[in-house]
């Protein structure tokens, strides 16, 4: 089931297009990442999703509501945590969340008690906003967007400011979400290896185009990794390669080939290569992490 569905959702600015008809799909229980450098739409695409800016076209449904015209009615059961969110700086982080859990169906204070615990802030949570760090507001911020428990949770940058325990909570808090309670997220950062981790699918965003949207396993070849098989003698493991991985580019530097294959067909190669006569000193898996693929794909079209 879709939770969220953008189509051709579009932004311009004079006569710059900021958003260029971006078009995605969150499904119930996944997880999905939106990607891109500085300046690619991330931010303006999330605040047109939620209302928060203007869209100059496009269409955006939340559970199945019109985001345009059922305003309402579309948001009830939607969190939302985007950059420098508006709070109050002069009331405590508690107060905060009293305020934001009246405009919401179904916050209780037990609730509100859940996730003050969840997002680890028991210890501030009475202390005016004014007094917050960077990441003290960012997780009051992703409380303020869990109290109402949502179906949909829409994240931009939801990592800055916290440190390295603090992001590992909050992923794992986001993958039991979206596993156990069928949540669909929405996530936007800057922090690849965290996305790699955390997501089902990736949408890459440049220059406010969507450049393609895929699954995580298949971005980093889950199942399928370049090789680098060391040996005596090229000339005579090359054909043997040739053979078993017919289609396969094989490459050679000295005594090192490199080539891409299934994990389950390097024994097969190794078994192969010995019995040939070939010594074979090493098998080296090198696999790119969603941070080479992201740079492959960006730089990539800037060459189209």
């Given amino acids: 089931m879709s939770l969220l569905e953008i189509r051709d959702l579009t932004k311009t600015i004079g006569r710059r297009k900021i958003v260029d008809r971006l078009s995605l799909d969150v499904q119930q229980g996944e997880i999905v990442g939106l990607v891109g450098p500085n300046g690619a739409g991330k931010t303006t695409t999330i605040r047109m999703m939620v209302g928060l800016i203007s869209k100059s076209g496009g269409h955006v449904h939340i559970n199945g509501e019109d985001v345009s015209k059922n305003f309402e009615a579309s948001m009830k059961h939607v969190g939302v945590m985007v950059e420098n969110a508006d709070m109050y700086s002069y009331l405590s982080g508690y107060n905060n969340l ?79 979400l979206a596993k156990h309670q069928g949540t669909g997220v929405l996530i ?35 199942g399928v990794a370049q090789v680098q098989i060391e040996v005596d003698r090229t000339d005579l493991a090359i054909p043997i390669l040739q053979v078993l991985l017919a289609g396969k580019e094989i490459t050679a530097d000295h005594n090192t080939l490199q080539v891409s294959v299934n994990k389950e067909q390097i024994p097969q190669i190794s078994q192969s290569l010995m019995k040939a006569g070939v010594n074979v000193y090493g098998i080296q898996m090198i696999k790119k992490s969603l941070e080479d693929k992201f740079i492959e794909i960006t730089e990539g079209s800037h060459s189209d």
Avoid: W
Avoid at 151 to 167: A, H, M, W
């Fill in 98 to 176: 009293i305020h934001f859990a009246r405009m919401s169906v179904g916050a209780t204070l037990e609730r509100i008690d859940e996730v003050i615990a969840l997002v680890d802030l028991e210890d501030s949570i009475h202390k005016r906003v004014a007094t917050y760090s960077l990441g003290m507001k960012q997780r009051l911020g992703l409380a303020i967007a869990l109290v109402h428990k949502p179906s949909l949770l829409v994240l931009d940058e939801p990592t800055n400011g916290l440190d390295p325990n603090g992001i590992r909570q909050l992923r794992e808090h986001l993958i039991n």
């Fill in 188 to 222: 936007s950062s800057h922090l690849m290896s965290e996305m790699e981790l955390m997501c089902d699918r990736i949408a890459v965003l440049q220059k406010g185009k969507l450049l393609g949207v895929q699954r995580v396993s298949e971005l980093i070849g889950e």
